[in-house]
């Protein structure tokens, strides 16, 4: 399985340096709009995004954090 990696961009950068194991990219899609939503109900919508990057291909896609379900 491949490893997936969370960085926050925001006010403040936080580099996932461990990444989690996900069967795909759609997977690690939830994982991400799931993260974000969390962090909004907790923190409220702030500007930067969630980029998730592939240990095999590099970045895929990112999540805003203004993002809700």
């Not at 490893?3 to 580099?15: G, K, M, S, V």
């Not at 899609?29 to 592939?54: C, D, F, P, T, W």
Request: no cysteine.
């Amino acid at each position: 399985m491949p490893r997936f990696f969370f960085h926050i961009i925001a006010e403040n950068t936080f580099l996932d340096d461990e990444g989690t194991s996900f069967k795909d990219d759609q997977e690690a899609m939830l994982h991400a709009r799931q993260l974000a939503s969390e962090m909004v109900r907790s923190i409220g919508a702030v500007k930067g995004a969630i980029v998730v990057e592939n240990e095999d291909s590099g970045g895929l896609f990112e999540v805003p954090l203004s993002w809700s379900n």
